[in-house]
């Protein structure tokens, strides 16, 4: 099947896309920067928000792909996406965990025929560790050279910090999302991807039955940051305010039914993760803006932390997915040591499944075709298997309609068999071995 | 693991610092402890309203 050609010529893949590398093409020597005078001296601080290019900062999936394709997906009333964060492989063991996720991910764009996902939207954690132009073959480029689909992104902490005074922030984010006019980039070294066409870092993709808004978290290791604060922040408002529009506009929408809602940012606002945890601020912030404008999201996904967790939060009449997937190849983290096993609630939220230490990615599902209006979100992994994990959504009611992992329904079905036998089984997912292996 | 400290309290309004009541059940501890909506850097602060019994515990990791 011949590769895809966007709109204004766009291109997606490299015709001949070789195997994947083993090593680094440009040595990755960044971490040293973390002694840097200037990194120590500025590391606790927020940076300024990159103006967006048009106000709203809004795209539409038409302007980047054809219109056939989008006309397909309207047919369908159905339409397929990717989502994960911390894709950059910095380390020396890093070719391989990204390459087994992103080789799964155009795996499912080769063989996923008129179904396939239509887009890959990236949560941020591009470029480790300071989001240098020279590392984007090695860690972005490569990488996805056979994913045949536009990848959109909101950056991460790692790509708009800095080490240095010379540095501007976000620049080569800028260079390869936020660009004027798609073309080639100066940092694919000769691999085939035109550069993306983001009207800024936070912006809110319209595609048929799905709306995505983007958020920039800016650049702190924690916590994530999208407004001032009331003063705490020396950063502007504007994105709070940004939220809290687009919310209003797609209001109509999504209560006629035309479309899910889903906020994305990079930092996770709740995490169990032990080094990269929730964030009050912003779920505070993301809050206001929803209840401002009389509209909660369908799902709110980040990155952040190297893992994959699923929340429920129940709030307003709504069961809403916090979903976080910062494990897209970067150096698995491990959740904190206090836990308890899931389904854990506090207050409002609950943690639905232990967390899940492994690499993997997103696919997530607006199916309008049915009476039920449904979106669904799975966990997929390299190693753990298509749908590890899944929640549907039922969008009329805004309410959880199934979920489950298949830790989970394993640990059910053993212990309905062991019922019928009157014995009594441990649910596997609590095994003295799976609480073992996270101390 | 969390590292118990006395002393005066450091609260200076950040939210890192999270201040919980000194007489919390073990359910509200645990909450406490390991909040999803915390920053793994948080400093949590168990004490009484008049500040007579006060405990910081902080993260290490």
């Known amino acids: 099947m011949p590769n895809l050609i966007g709109k204004n010529g766009r291109l997606f893949s490299d015709p001949q896309p070789g195997a994947d590398e083993v090593s680094f093409k440009v040595d990755n020597t960044s971490d040293s920067y973390y002694n840097s005078p200037y990194y120590k001296q500025h590391q606790d601080q927020v940076l300024p928000i990159p103006s967006p290019r048009a106000k709203p900062p809004r795209m539409n999936l038409s302007d980047v792909l054809d219109d056939p394709f989008v006309q397909a997906i309207q047919a369908a009333k159905k339409i397929s996406f990717h989502s994960v964060g911390d894709t950059g492989a910095a380390k020396s063991s890093g070719p391989a965990t990204e390459a087994s996720v992103a080789d799964m991910m155009s795996a499912d764009i080769r063989d996923g025929g008129s179904g396939a996902p239509a887009f890959f939207f990236h949560l941020g954690d591009i470029v480790y560790y300071f989001g240098e132009s020279q590392y984007y073959y090695d860690q972005f480029y490569e990488p996805y050279r056979a994913y045949d689909r536009p990848i959109f992104a909101i950056p991460g902490n790692h790509d708009g910090v800095l080490h240095d005074a010379k540095g501007q922030t976000l620049q080569a984010f800028l260079q390869n999302f936020c660009a004027d006019q798609p073309g080639r980039s100066p940092n694919a070294g000769g691999l085939v991807r035109s550069v993306m066409t983001e009207p800024g870092v936070y912006f809110t993709l319209d595609a048929p039955f799905v709306s995505i808004i983007g958020l920039y978290t800016n650049v702190l290791e924690g916590p994530g940051v999208i407004s001032s604060q009331g003063g705490r922040y020396p950063v502007s408002d504007e994105q709070i305010r940004f939220l809290q529009d687009e919310l209003t506009r797609l209001k109509p929408m999504r209560e006629s039914g035309q479309c899910a809602v889903i906020v994305a940012t990079h930092h996770p606002p709740l995490s169990a993760d032990a080094k990269h945890g929730g964030t009050e601020g912003l779920f505070q912030d993301i809050d206001k803006a929803c209840q401002a404008a009389g509209l909660w999201p369908d799902a709110v996904l980040s990155g952040h932390a190297h893992l994959y967790q699923r929340f429920t939060r129940r709030t307003a009449g709504h069961e809403i997915p916090y979903v976080v997937s910062g494990s897209g190849g970067f150096s698995a983290t491990p959740p904190m040591v206090n836990v308890p096993p899931a389904p854990y609630t506090q207050g409002d939220v609950t943690m639905e499944i232990d967390p899940v230490i492994q690499f993997g990615y997103l696919t997530l599902t607006v199916d309008v075709s049915g009476n039920n209006k449904l979106l669904t979100i799975a966990f997929n992994s390299p190693k753990l298997g298509a749908n590890y994990d899944r929640v549907t959504v039922d969008l009329t009611k805004s309410r959880i309609v199934k979920s489950g992992s298949r830790v989970a329904s394993a640990a059910k079905k053993a212990a309905a068999k062991s019922a019928s036998k009157g014995k009594t089984v441990r649910p596997k997912a609590k095994s003295k071995t799976a609480r073992k292996s996270r101390n | ?61």
């Open chain 2, 1 to 61: 693991m969390l590292r118990e400290e006395g002393g005066e309290s450091t609260y200076a309004g950040d939210q890192n610092h999270i201040i919980a009541p000194f007489a919390l059940n073990r359910k509200e501890a645990q909450d406490v402890l390991c909040g999803f909506r915390r920053n793994v850097d948080s400093e949590i602060e168990l004490r009484d309203t008049d500040a007579s019994n006060l405990i910081r515990l902080r993260e290490v990791i």
